[in-house]
């Protein structure tokens, strides 16, 4: 039988079943050609049957392997399709039922695709949201914040669903979608923090109001101080003098000057603690010198203040708050710091007034949280920072390079 006859078996094995099945094919019509090959052939004859069984195994094996080559790379396509497929419905799941809204917006601001939540959140069907501008949809302002790039990540105003009442949101991510065909579309998220913001917006009014609050009653209570006991001790001196020039005991009228006298004295410097007057009555650059004056002569500390820029009065709020933090730094600074100098400077800006208090003393280390001062008592320090945030100001507090601590407070200018 013809060698070249077996070709076509051995291309078919080759061809259905790879390698595996054109070898084995091969060898066995090699096989059945070696009663051919031994008895009936002359040498050169055997040499050239040979030589065919030999160009069949290799043509067997070419073709298996290309097949096999084949397979594999359809093989390995089919599993990449069905793992991209997979994560698409994996992506695809946790799109449409995401908590958070997930818009789709091509290069021109236009929404291509929206979720489950940003159709909710836009109070709209999401085929309607397709192909309308984001302008539109969430208003100019946040849109144009959007399209700018990444912000504050501070809440975000936009329109209600009932046109009047503004829904509060928040982006927490933004991303370039880089697919093949996504054209330069980007996705952006957003967060409804409405039900947060205005939780918020009344804990900080509760704020302003509890300060408020607190700063009138220590005024009234100042006030009552100062018309009450302390006049009524005034008064007790005075006709103590009266006996004295009548020629009572003077050592019994003595004593009885000094109690009065040191009463006095601690009832004038709890008024002043509780309100100074000062501050009502001279403003805000009397109130500090005053301060730094009353506090070297208490503590020892050899302190200065300094004022820079334009004195003008300011929002009774604003220099109440300057003085505070005044207040609490000289309290700090005499109790820990273990200082022999601190320095008081006001600086009066064109847009802002910055507030200093810095000594020489062992310095502080990293300012806690909120969480960890209220838990430590560290009352005063955790009132300065909520005062501050109140008015919109800024609060740094922080070692200093030569040493000792630097406290260093700037609100914005709010004329009186």
């Known amino acids: 039988m013809p060698t070249s006859l077996f070709f076509i078996p051995v291309v078919y094995a080759a061809l259905k079943f790879g390698v595996r099945g054109a070898i084995p094919t091969a060898i066995w019509s090699t096989v059945l050609t070696l009663p051919d090959i031994v008895p009936f052939h002359e040498p050169v004859d055997r040499v ?34 069905a793992a991209r497929l997979a994560s698409e419905r994996r992506y695809r799941a946790l799109y449409d039922h995401a908590a958070d809204a997930v818009l789709v917006i091509d290069q021109g601001g236009r ?6 939540a940003a159709a909710r959140l836009l109070g709209l069907d999401p085929a309607a ?12 302002d946040l849109s144009a914040d959007v399209l700018a790039g990444p912000g504050d990540g501070g809440p975000r105003s936009m329109p209600g ?3 009047e009442s503004p829904v509060w949101v928040q982006a927490v991510g933004a991303s370039a979608l880089t697919g093949e065909g996504e054209g330069g579309s980007s996705q952006v998220m957003f967060r409804d923090v409405t039900l947060q913001h205005e ?20 005024r009234r209570m100042a ?45 004038r410097r709890l008024s002043r603690a509780l309100r100074p007057p000062i501050l009502d009555d001279l403003g805000l650059v009397a109130a500090l010198r005053s301060e730094t ?6 503590s020892g500390i050899d302190a200065r203040f300094e004022v820079t820029g334009d004195i003008r009065p300011l929002a009774q709020d604003t220099e109440l708050l300057l003085l505070r933090v005044a207040q609490e730094s000289l309290h700090n600074a005499e109790r820990h710091s273990a200082a022999t100098s601190v320095q008081v400077s006001l600086s009066y800006e064109p847009e802002t007034a910055a507030l200093v208090v810095a000594d020489d003393g062992r310095g502080i280390g990293a300012v806690p949280g909120p969480t960890t001062l209220l838990a430590r008592g560290n009352l005063g320090l955790l009132g300065i920072q909520e005062r501050v945030r109140l008015a919109h100001g800024t609060l740094d507090i922080g070692a200093r390079s030569g040493g000792g601590t630097e406290v260093s407070v700037r609100v914005p200018l709010e004329l009186r």
């Open 48 to 81: 050239g049957l040979l030589w065919q069984s030999a160009i069949l195994v290799a043509i067997g094996a070419f073709v298996g392997l290309a097949v096999d080559h084949e397979r594999d790379a359809r093989e390995d396509a089919e599993r990449r399709e």
């Open 129 to 140: 949201v397709r192909g309308r501008s984001l302008s539109e949809v969430v208003g100019p």
């Open 223 to 267: 006030h009552e101080l100062h018309d009450g006991p302390l006049q009524s001790l005034v008064l007790l001196s005075r006709k103590l003098d009266a006996l004295d020039e009548a020629g009572q005991d003077d050592g019994v009228l003595d004593d009885a000057h000094e109690i009065i006298d040191e009463t006095a004295a601690e009832l």
């Open 199 to 218: 939780r918020e917006q009344g804990l900080e009014g509760y704020a302003r109001h509890a300060i408020a609050a607190r700063e009138e009653e220590r």
């Open 111 to 116: 929404i291509e695709e929206a979720n489950a």
């Open 293 to 298: 004056s009353a506090f070297a002569r208490r």
């Open 161 to 163: 669903q009932d046109g």
